[in-house]
């Protein structure tokens, strides 16, 4: 079947602007989350949705950084006023049911603020 | 925090050698889970293996091994035979029960020559 998708793969803006990330699980995963992860470093939590409602926001940077999941399957990721060192690929990850359950990756948004 | 620490950062390595990832973390937790994923130059994470706290067996999928230590707070990885596709870098992360976050390690790169 069909694994996590992100859309756009590349993403290159200015400083300042507002940008939208998305997200679409897998088919029936209800958990869906988003890392951040820099150049030579592992991913780092941002945020988790159980169905639409974000569990646990406590990764997410600051206030220019928001995420919606309005119908429990697609989300987007929002990051507004970017700045440089926003600069990083964003990956997307869904899990089924169940504790232990296995997250799931997508091939990630590279995104550059120039 | 409670750190994934993966102690090498980049290995080389000649087609057909064995090559072992070390993986030590951090926990204070009795229930806990251990992953490996691996990042091929395509940048999407593909999931390896998982293991949770209560289950110490070591674990063999064709090439791959894994080696679950919980006196020494080590999961190790072993790549036999080690092949050119093998190339890439490769994570290990750990989930700690009660919570969704992973927790990655730095990654280590292998990069094996014909």
């Known amino acids: 079947g069909a694994g996590v998708s992100q859309t756009p793969s590349n993403k290159v803006t200015e400083k300042g602007k507002y940008v939208e990330l998305r997200c679409d699980p897998i088919s029936g995963h209800t958990a869906l989350y988003w890392y951040r992860q820099s150049l030579g470093q592992g991913p780092e939590f941002l945020i988790y949705?159980?169905?639409?409602?974000?569990?646990?926001d406590s990764g997410l940077p600051n206030d220019r950084f928001f995420a919606v999941r309005p119908e429990g399957s697609v989300s987007t990721l929002k990051i507004q006023r970017t700045e440089r060192g926003d600069s990083a690929v964003y990956l997307c990850?869904?899990?089924?049911?169940?504790?232990?359950?296995?997250?799931?990756f997508g091939p990630g948004t590279r995104l550059t603020v120039l | 925090a409670q750190k994934v620490t993966q102690a090498q950062t980049e290995i080389s390595v000649v087609e057909k050698e064995d090559v072992t990832l070390d993986c030590v973390y951090e926990t204070r937790d009795t229930t806990y889970y251990l992953f490996w994923y691996k990042q091929p130059p395509s940048g999407e994470l593909v999931f390896l293996i998982r293991r949770n706290s209560f289950d110490e067996q070591n674990e063999i999928s064709g090439r791959y091994s894994w080696n679950f230590q919980k006196s020494t707070s080590s999961f190790n990885f072993t790549i036999t035979a080690s092949q050119v596709v093998d190339s890439a870098v490769y994570f290990c992360a750990r989930r700690q029960g009660g919570s969704e976050k992973l927790v990655f390690g730095k990654g280590m790169k292998l990069t094996v020559n014909p």
């Open positions: 949705f159980q169905g639409t409602g974000a569990a646990d």
């Open positions: 990850a869904s899990r089924a049911g169940g504790a232990g359950d296995t997250q799931y």
